[in-house]
């Protein structure tokens, strides 16, 4: 997740091996939610999926939206 309106803010995040589950498990990957000092800030969320070894990527979802909603 990156705030588009102060980039430079590390929101966390982390890579996570598959595991055949639709769960992604506690303590995987740390993230600090969307919380704007004041108004309203725009977020980019991207997600990418890496073959095995993370040499190909498979597949990517990207989307953005503002918080709070305006």
Do not use: W
């Not at 995040?13 to 589950?21: Q, R, V």
């Not at 990957?29 to 969320?45: A, E, L, M, Q, V």
């Amino acid at each position: 997740m990156v705030d588009l309106d102060v980039p430079t803010y590390n929101h966390g995040g982390g890579t996570i091996d598959y595991s055949g589950s639709n769960k992604i498990p506690a303590g995987a990957f740390s993230y600090k939610g969307p919380c704007p000092p004041s108004g309203s800030h725009d977020y980019r969320f991207t997600v990418t999926a890496l073959n095995a070894d993370g040499s190909m990527i498979l597949g990517k979802g990207e989307e953005t939206q503002a918080f709070p909603p305006k």
